[in-house]
């Protein structure tokens, strides 16, 4: 191990020391902020691995956190002690009742046409599991149809867009099913094994912390297996990859998978933090703000775009206390952005990058460094 | 049944109106002008400033939108597109930006609210235009009622469409731009002035927008998020019927509005949205280049 990565290494532990010591200094009210600026930082993680490992700029990553959130949600909501109490032996959701048709059954089985879909998510673990599911298998297909035809660069972005929008006018016109344009509100709390995870909690920040780290750390040791090289190899010249004899697609496949898999995770947290889901998680301003927190962080750098979304909303947050600071902080951010992409192509990491090579240069007797991860050329 | 064509058309014609800027910077340029939607809120605006502080309806600011929107499209040429030429996913991203700071320009009426001061017509709220009356109502054609300011829109959409046309094909400026468009390096070395004349292409590619706008605050209400779905409208149209085709964009921008109008007519108007995405995708998916797709080098 040479001294660039070594540092590397330390720069992910003392990230991971730092998150998870925030409670001691935190009041509670920051602490569920925090927790949620977390969340948003998983989604910095899989749009760097996405976009700065795999070059697939995905303007629909809201999609996979959209549907985590939603699974998780109806499983919450049919917790929730409201849900509990509408006269039935069964949880129905408010909503439902509210718009049930007059003389249809108090029932979760038959209140109205779809209701039946809601039937097994009585079971939380099974909306936990079809929260990370379901967008895992959304993108595998997705990704199955795109890759396999060959198609990259920018239509891969034009499919993803049309994608997100498509699912999230599906969802509002579902009005009996998913409350429509209010989402579901009112949800009941995580549990497991008896234990109830508050919001503002400190064991559901530990949580959020625990799969952030994780996150992070697994998907840092999947860049640097085999198939992490050769999707970097992907990235930076398609054809000659194929050429040399590797299946393309499968790579591409496996890792738009797996940053969906981040996505819907994030989305299930954040449904734990936040006790809400709604249609805004499918807006497209929602998955072209994750790109933009990745590339103000540094796209090729995985804890980079993760740092990214954490500062930028962390700032926003505590701006947002008056109005006007808040709209000229978001002019701000259009600012930065511009300016990233027009003279900082690798963003802030970039920087810290070039900051800790002539640091470890200045102390290793300026050792070559190994593959650092390269900024994709666009296109 | 006529009367859902017409609504097809009049949807077919409000998205052609905001493609059509989009096809000329996406299609000729390749970049793809995310701040095109804020374009045509700048010109919604333009109508509702001019409306408030000079007096003018609405089809004397058609003119008036059209220089202003083709002033911003110039600077933001030659501040920020200048430098990204060939980086066509690095356009969205920086052009993003600046839709951003077109945003909040209005929403900070360009700053001055910080300092207390207020100018009628900008801010966070809502603003509405008054469409004169030999624009309102109902005529007939052909024994059809249709609303006027839907057939004015169709009417203004031909003409423009009409115009673009003249300019790229029969014009020595259209001439330029289309050797631009095939190998910038040839176009340069023929004596072109490549940079001069991407300028003014992205310049008049932004002053549609800015008609478009203003046909826009006819009939819908002016607010500073109006441009995002305009924008991801055309950019998906101009996707769709191919890049670098004004006749792929039309005939697309048809059947998306036709698609539009006879699903809503039997289900709903978010249905009928959610079917035109599909219908996109599936367009890019079978044939990714577009329907109609210049073959370039």
């Not at chain 1, 540092?7 to 020391?17: G, M, P, W």
């Not at chain 2, 029969?170 to 940079?195: D, E, K, L, T, Y």
Request: some cysteine; overall charge positive.
């Amino acid at each position: 191990m040479d001294a660039k990565r070594r540092l590397d290494y330390a720069t992910y532990a003392v990230f991971i020391a730092l998150i998870m010591c925030a409670p001691l200094v935190l009041e509670e009210f920051w602490l569920n902020r925090i927790a949620k600026f977390l969340v948003y930082g998983m989604l910095g993680v899989a749009a760097s691995l996405c976009w700065g490992y795999a070059g697939i700029l995905n303007l629909g990553q809201g999609l996979f956190f959209g549907l985590g959130a939603y699974m998780m949600a109806m499983s919450l909501k049919l917790a929730s002690p409201t849900s509990l109490q509408q006269g039935s032996d069964k949880p129905v959701p408010d909503f439902m009742l509210w718009n049930a048709e007059p003389g249809a059954p108090t029932d979760l089985c038959c209140i109205n046409r779809g209701s039946f879909l809601w039937l097994p998510f009585q079971h939380q673990w099974f909306g936990v599991m079809m929260g990370l599911l379901v967008p895992v298998v959304v993108a595998a297909g997705l990704g199955w149809v795109m890759f396999r035809k060959r198609i990259a660069g920018v239509f891969v972005s034009i499919i993803t867009l049309a994608l997100v929008l498509l699912v999230r006018l599906v969802l509002i016109d579902a009005q009996p099913l998913t409350n429509g344009f209010n989402g579901l509100t009112d949800l009941g709390y995580l549990t497991i094994g008896g234990f109830e995870f508050d919001p503002y909690s400190a064991a559901t920040y530990y949580l959020v912390a625990s799969a952030l780290s994780l996150s992070l750390i697994l998907a840092r040791m999947l860049v640097e297996t085999r198939a992490g090289l050769i999707l970097q190899a992907i990235r930076d010249d398609q054809n000659r990859v194929r050429y040399l004899g590797f299946d393309v697609p499968v790579y591409q496949i496996f890792f738009f998978a797996v940053s969906a898999a981040i996505g819907g995770i994030a989305g299930i947290l954040y449904v734990v933090v936040a006790d809400f889901a709604s249609p805004t998680f499918l807006d497209l301003t929602f998955s072209i703000t994750m790109v933009i927190w990745a590339a103000v962080g540094g796209r090729g750098s995985l804890l980079g775009a993760c740092i990214g979304a954490i500062l930028i909303n962390t700032i926003e947050a505590r701006v947002s206390e008056t109005e006007g600071f808040l709209q000229a902080w978001r002019a701000i951010i259009g600012l930065i952005f511009v300016l990233v992409v027009l003279f900082l192509p690798r963003g802030l990491a970039g920087l810290a990058n070039d900051a800790g090579e002539w640091l470890t240069g200045r102390l290793g007797g300026g050792r070559r460094r190994a593959t650092a991860p390269r900024v994709a050329s666009s296109e | 049944m006529a009367e859902i064509i017409f609504i097809g058309l009049s949807l077919s014609s409000i998205l052609l109106l905001v493609a059509l800027g989009l096809a000329i910077t996406y299609g000729a340029m390749g970049v793809i002008n995310m701040a095109h939607g804020e374009l045509v809120m700048a010109g919604a605006y333009v109508t509702v400033l001019s409306g408030i502080w000079l007096h003018l309806n609405i089809i004397a600011a058609i003119p008036l939108a059209f220089l202003v929107t083709a002033l911003i499209g110039y600077l933001i040429e030659r501040l920020v597109v200048r430098r990204l030429y060939g980086r066509l996913l690095d356009t969205l991203l920086a052009t993003w930006g600046v839709a951003i700071l077109i945003q909040q320009a209005v929403r900070l009426e360009f700053g001055l609210s910080f300092f207390g001061r207020h100018i009628a017509g900008l801010g966070v709220g809502l603003q509405n235009v008054t469409v004169p009356e030999a624009l309102t109502g109902a005529i007939t054609i052909g024994g059809v009622q249709v609303n006027a300011f839907r057939a004015f829109i169709i009417g203004v959409t031909v003409v423009l469409t009409f115009a673009t046309w003249l300019l790229m094909y029969r014009s020595s400026f259209g001439v330029q731009v289309r050797a631009i468009m095939r190998n910038p390096n040839m176009a340069a070395a023929c004596g072109i002035n490549v940079q001069r004349v991407n300028a003014l292409t992205f310049a008049y590619g932004s002053g549609l927008a800015g008609v478009a706008g203003v046909m826009m605050s006819g009939f819908k209400t002016v607010f500073p998020d109006m441009g995002t779905p305009m924008v991801v409208d055309g950019f998906l149209v101009v996707a769709a019927g191919g890049v670098g085709s004004l006749l792929g964009t039309i005939l697309s921008a048809g059947l998306l509005g036709q698609i539009n109008g006879i699903v809503a007519s039997v289900t709903n108007d978010i249905l009928a949205r959610a079917m035109v995405f599909a219908v996109v995708i599936l367009i890019i998916v079978l044939k990714p280049r577009g329907l109609f797709s210049y073959r370039g080098r």
